[in-house]
């Protein structure tokens, strides 16, 4: 079952690349709100693909005996942490906007994601307003509990490792789709469709 969520995430992830890459020049171009959704997908992205370069690292080093549960418990927790906000946060903004281009559409693929994105969302602050956030304060409080610096380190270094495979993924993506749709007229943006 983890294989699959996490094969889920990569591919949602790739997704949300796939569609910003299309947008991303036209973004650029036209600035304003459509600028706002190509790094809401971005920052969707980026987060989705650190979780699985997270998890798979912390895994290989947990299964090789390198990393002890409670540091484990205390990386996944500190990326929780960092990633929380900044999900929760671009997912109201791409929610909303499926809300709206599936009003306008009315078409079933437009529906489709925008129920996605409604009950990804729904299940995001739940999960965080259901003591996500504080399970994950006191997982990494308990790794202050002893007086070695070396697990913190090794937390620290393994989200620090997730986050920046996860942006740089997310950026060599991005650029490959980027440009792959034509700009069109001024004043008129493309929607992203993706959802997180």
């Known amino acids: 079952m983890i294989v699959f969520l996490l094969a889920l995430n990569f591919g949602i992830s790739w997704l949300n690349c796939w569609v910003v890459g299309g947008i991303w020049a036209e973004s650029r171009a ?19 693909f650190s979780s699985v370069i997270g998890f ?8 090789s005996g390198h990393m002890p549960p409670k540091v484990a418990h205390g990386a996944a927790a500190l990326w929780y942490l960092l990633v929380i906000i900044p999900a929760l946060g671009t997912g109201l903004i791409i929610t909303i906007e499926s809300w709206i281009i599936a009003f306008r559409t ?13 009950f990804s969302m729904a299940y995001n602050v739940y999960q965080a307003a259901d003591g996500g956030i504080f399970d994950a304060l006191g997982d990494v409080g308990d790794l202050f509990d002893d007086n070695d ?19 740089w993924l997310t950026y060599v993506l991005i650029g490959k789709y980027a440009g792959r749709l034509p700009l069109p007229a001024r004043g008129a943006s493309a929607p992203i469709v993706a959802g997180h």
């Open 30 to 48: 036209l600035g304003g709100f459509s600028r706002v959704l190509a790094w809401c997908g971005a920052t969707q992205a980026a987060i989705g």
């Open 56 to 63: 798979v690292l912390g895994y290989v080093l947990f299964a």
């Open 106 to 118: 009315r078409s079933i693929l437009d529906m489709g994601s925008a129920t996605y994105n409604t």
């Open 149 to 167: 610096a070396w697990p913190i380190m090794l937390a620290v270094v393994l989200v620090a490792v997730a986050l920046a495979g996860g942006i």
